[in-house]
């Protein structure tokens, strides 16, 4: 049972442009939402997060929107860079008790093209 | 910085060999993890530690095992190493409080199992 999907697989987007990758979870008792990217050689790193307490959390170019309702949330990256591109995973895990994993989505490729 | 180094970034191995994969961290992290990356599937945990000499099981323990003797060091062990474990296999750690979400993560050890 795959508890957090993520979409799509692979992105490509021209400089400047906008893009957007989205992730749905199943267990309710969810409530942070991390996610995190990895350039090629390299291991994952955080990137941003959000509690389901806030619907948006913004840092810089990276915005996390947050639907609870939906249990849905997803990254923005606003004027992309080709520096942007790498694998970008987005996450969930619950507080307390066996807190201790992360649920990964698949990833997601992102290439933005000069 | 908090440094996770991973001892060996590539590794050629038959099958049936066992094989080691050693972890260190420096930053006094009570948690140790392994996932295990392949394109497609994403990041899938092998086994994670909360503290020396303890150990649980994550999503895919089969076919592994871990050692965790010093809190600095969390190792994997294929104890009959097969092609299926052909694979990038990452570690990370993360402090106490691990509802910041926050996993640090070393560049991973890409073992070829032939």
């Known amino acids: 049972q795959q508890q957090v999907k993520q979409s799509p697989q692979s992105l490509i987007v021209q400089k400047g442009g906008i893009s957007i990758i989205n992730c749905a979870y199943e267990n309710t008792a969810f409530d942070y939402f991390p996610w995190y990217q990895q350039f090629p050689g390299k291991g994952p790193a955080l990137l941003i997060a959000i509690r389901p307490d806030v619907s948006e959390k913004k840092e810089g170019r990276f915005t996390i929107s947050f639907n609870k309702s939906a249990k849905q949330f997803s990254l923005h990256i606003m004027d992309s860079q080709p520096g942007d591109s790498a694998t970008y995973f987005c996450a969930a895990s619950k507080s307390g008790g066996s807190n201790y994993k992360l649920t990964f989505g698949k990833g997601t490729l992102l290439t933005v093209n000069p | 910085d908090v440094k996770v180094t991973q001892s060996s970034r590539y590794l050629v191995k038959r099958t049936g060999e066992k094989v080691f994969l050693e972890c260190v961290q420096d930053?006094?992290?009570?948690?140790m993890f392994w996932y295990r990356q392949d394109p497609g599937l994403g990041l899938r945990l092998i086994y994670f530690s909360y503290d020396v000499k303890m150990k649980e099981k994550g999503d895919i323990p089969e076919g592994y095992s871990v050692s965790r003797e010093k809190k600095e060091r969390f190792s994997l062990i294929l104890e009959s190493a097969s092609t299926n474990q052909t694979s990038m296999y990452l570690c990370?750690?993360?402090?106490?409080?691990?509802?910041?979400?926050?996993?640090?993560f070393g560049e991973g050890s890409r073992l070829t199992v032939l």
């Open positions: 930053m006094d992290h009570e948690n």
């Open positions: 990370a750690s993360s402090g106490a409080v691990l509802n910041t979400g926050e996993l640090f």
